[in-house]
């Protein structure tokens, strides 16, 4: 796979309910990224963890980094319908010069 | 709260021709990328710039693409010769600290180029 592979590709959940979404990436990375867009429009940076940082928390936002498997893992609680957009991993190496490396994102919808 | 602002929000444009798409980046930022989406793909790198330079580019970023940041405000992406496979969403993006370690990177709601 690719680096910044997200799971599931789409996930439809009821309202209230938590959403959990995973990515995997290759190489040796400096953090990873979460992101959110909503259908045509821009990317809305969400959370950032560090490769030293293991869990990191905003508001209703869980984020984990396994550096060990490559990994990491968003978390909404309490879902809400505005929730509904798709929702990118993304990776920045060293000595990329700021290069960010998107995976192909994950569909949350999330209905009423 | 400050924005990345993007124009034109759409282009269409004949093979062939020459597009330069804008973007003003958050004043206090010092690094500059652009970033393009094809409809249904995924987000992909094509260059970073730093202190009037190239810092990193991809291999989608040939010699037809260039950027420029001709003041101290605007930063464009100029496509010399457009093809029918340029056609995609194009987004920059700027941030305070290289890999956006501050606050991540801040995108504006992109560039949709359409050639015909």
């Known amino acids: 796979s690719q680096q910044g592979e997200e799971d599931p590709q789409a996930l439809s959940i009821q309202e209230g309910e938590n959403a959990t979404m995973n990515c995997s990436y290759k190489t040796s990375i400096n953090n990873l990224q979460w992101y959110r867009q909503n259908s045509g429009r821009g990317l809305v940076h969400l959370i950032l963890i560090r490769s030293n940082e293991r869990e990191k928390h905003s508001g209703r936002l869980r984020v984990t980094l396994d550096t060990s498997k490559k990994s990491s893992s968003l978390l909404i609680t309490a879902s809400r319908a505005a929730d509904t957009a798709s929702y990118f991993c993304a990776t920045a190496g060293y000595n990329q010069g700021g290069k960010l490396i998107f995976g192909q994102g994950t569909e949350l919808s999330v209905k009423p | 709260e400050p924005e990345v602002t993007q124009t034109p929000s759409h282009q269409v444009t004949q093979m062939g021709q020459e597009v330069i798409l804008r973007c003003v980046p958050i004043s206090n930022h010092l690094y500059f990328y652009w970033y393009r989406q094809i409809l249904g793909q995924k987000v992909e790198f094509l260059v970073s710039?730093?202190?009037?330079?190239?810092?990193?580019k991809s291999e989608i970023f040939d010699d037809q693409f260039s950027v420029e940041r001709p003041d101290g405000s605007n930063f464009t992406l100029k496509i010399r010769s457009t093809k029918l496979e340029d056609s995609a969403m194009y987004f920059c993006?700027?941030?305070?600290?290289?890999?956006?370690?501050?606050?991540?990177?801040?995108f504006g709601s992109g560039t949709r180029l359409t050639v015909v």
């Open positions: 710039f730093y202190n009037n330079e190239i810092s990193e």
């Open positions: 993006a700027s941030s305070e600290a290289l890999t956006g370690m501050k606050e991540g990177y801040t």
